[in-house]
């Protein structure tokens, strides 16, 4: 387990930082805010449950505090407030964590993620509850069909995801920044989410760096830079799929030069 303290950021809702890695979790200008916007709005999610049925797979990089899951949790109980297991709406959230924080400190967070006047917090807390390494399957709610699959370990140490599943919708890429984990950041990673991933998979992640897009081109992603959250000037979208211009007016993206990329990163500007 790593060491860290907590923080409210401004917006009133929880994350940490880290001593190891000197980084907070989150945006300190606002965690929930944050998330919010680079992976629940700039991936359009509850577009998707509308057009597919409300079946959803996100596999998420750095489990951190969970706030991902829980916005995406409370995204999918927003679209279909009435659903049970027999329905045929899902929600699979993957995601891999190297080190994960204690139960009890979970159970610490501010997060207002309400469903049916009920704090969805207490998930997180629950969930890893007597973690173990490798995967661990949890069902918050038995009567509810959303179904965290969390990793501890290293996504390297992943040959494939269990329950099998190669259809993954979105990757929300959230480790610490490049500098602090740059193993996180590697077109190796992006390939795994190609093999994972369906066929209008998309990722998104806070960061805008051109060395990560190049990474992202290289392993055979179109790029694209879209506006970051809370003031930040960028960040990144990836498609398997080119996307087209009425997609990319829509959703306020501008597409990087992918072949530039390719031969900057070929010239071996980033070894």
């Avoid at 596999?59 to 045929?88: C, H, I, R, S, W």
């Avoid at 897009?213 to 879209?226: P, T």
Wanted: hydrophobic share 40%.
């Amino acid at each position: 387990m790593t060491k860290f303290d907590p923080f409210v950021t401004e917006d009133g809702s929880s994350t940490l930082f880290s001593k190891q890695y000197n980084q907070y979790y989150h945006n300190p200008n606002g965690a929930l805010s944050e998330s919010q916007t680079v992976f629940i709005e700039r991936l359009n999610i509850q577009e998707h449950l509308k057009v597919h049925n409300g079946q959803l797979k996100i596999f998420e990089m750095g489990f951190g505090t969970g706030l991902n899951f829980l916005l995406a949790a409370q995204a999918f109980l927003t679209a279909y407030p009435n659903l049970l297991v027999k329905d045929a709406a899902e929600l699979h959230f993957y995601s891999v964590e190297a080190y994960p924080i204690s139960a009890e400190v979970a159970a610490t967070f501010q997060y207002p993620i309400v469903w049916q006047k009920n704090t969805l917090t207490d998930w997180i807390s629950t969930s890893l509850n007597g973690i173990k390494k490798g995967w661990n399957h949890h069902q918050p709610e038995e009567d509810i069909p959303i179904f965290l699959h969390l990793y501890w370990g290293n996504i390297q140490e992943i040959t494939e995801l269990s329950p099998r599943n190669q259809g993954i919708d979105f990757y929300f890429h959230d480790p610490f920044s490049i500098q602090q984990n740059p193993e996180c950041w590697e077109p190796s990673i992006f390939e795994r989410y190609k093999k994972w991933g369906h066929t209008q998979a998309k990722v998104s992640t806070y960061a805008a760096a051109t060395q990560i897009r190049a990474a992202m081109v290289i392993a055979g992603w179109q790029v694209y830079k879209a506006t970051g959250a809370l003031g930040k000037r960028e960040m990144t979208i990836a498609s398997l799929e080119k996307l087209p211009y009425e997609v990319l007016q829509d959703q306020q993206l501008k597409a990087c030069d992918n072949q530039r990329l390719t031969e900057r990163w070929n010239a071996g500007e980033w070894l």
